[in-house]
């Protein structure tokens, strides 16, 4: 069974960082790109950022290019989005999905990101 | 970036009936576009993918069509279980897009 957990959200203040990770299993993590959407309250869904499978190609929307970085580990099946420079406007929250040619088949549970003074 | 239109923003359906949800892309997305199911408080869910293909354990009253810049997400018998806000995605292009959302409820 696919499972997607993700971790190390919580309240951080604006101009700060945190480091998200999504603990993968049920699959063979390191043959499947990998993404970031997120959601912010009540609104709609927003891709934030995918990963190639080796971690050689990387993607981000434009507002969080330079500012937020998306990683993996496949030896330990991990996703990581490291965001800095945080904004009010990153409220959300943070879902990891795996990748199946130009859409999202599984999602994790998601992560909560509250940017808040 | 493509922009999504989704319509409408919100639907109310009787049990049994069969409703329509589309979505319009700003240019050809060559039927990269998929469907998802987000119930309160939870991950979205896949329904269709590639604009018609149903995806694993999903019921068959759920069916997708179109080409080019139109799609739509049809059920065919509503069921109080569908009740959630419906989501398009366009996967032709980075940054893929989500159309705005359709809350669909029972009625």
């Known amino acids: 069974e696919v499972q997607l957990v993700e971790s190390g959200g919580g309240l951080v203040q604006p101009g700060r960082s945190l480091k998200l990770s999504c603990a993968a299993s049920?699959?063979?993590?390191?043959?499947?790109?990998m993404h970031w959407i997120r959601q912010a309250p009540t609104k709609g869904l927003e891709w934030v950022a995918s990963i190639s499978p080796s971690g050689g190609s990387t993607y981000y929307r434009d507002s969080v290019k330079g500012r937020f970085t998306i990683s993996r580990d496949n030896a330990k099946s991990t996703l990581y989005l490291q965001m800095d420079s945080l904004r009010s406007e990153d409220t959300a929250t943070y879902y990891c999905?795996?990748?199946?040619?130009?859409?999202?088949?599984?999602w994790g549970q998601g992560v909560m990101v509250t940017v808040s003074s | 970036d493509i922009q999504m239109t989704q319509s409408p923003p919100s639907l109310s359906a009787s049990l049994g009936e069969t409703v329509s949800i589309e979505c319009r892309a700003s240019?050809?997305?060559?039927?990269?576009l998929a469907w998802y199911q987000q119930k309160s408080g939870k991950s979205p869910q896949l329904l269709i993918y590639y604009a018609s293909s149903l995806q694993d354990g999903v019921p068959s009253r759920f069916s997708g069509s179109g080409s080019g810049t139109q799609y739509s997400l049809k059920i065919s018998g509503m069921q109080p279980e569908d009740e959630g806000v419906y989501y398009c995605?366009?996967?032709?292009?980075?940054?893929?897009?989500f159309g705005a959302g359709t809350k669909l409820e029972l009625k």
């Open positions: 995605l366009q996967g032709s292009k980075y940054p893929y897009t």
């Open positions: 049920g699959f063979t993590f390191s043959n499947y790109g």
């Open positions: 999905a795996t990748d199946r040619n130009n859409y999202f088949d599984y």
């Open positions: 240019e050809d997305i060559y039927s990269n």
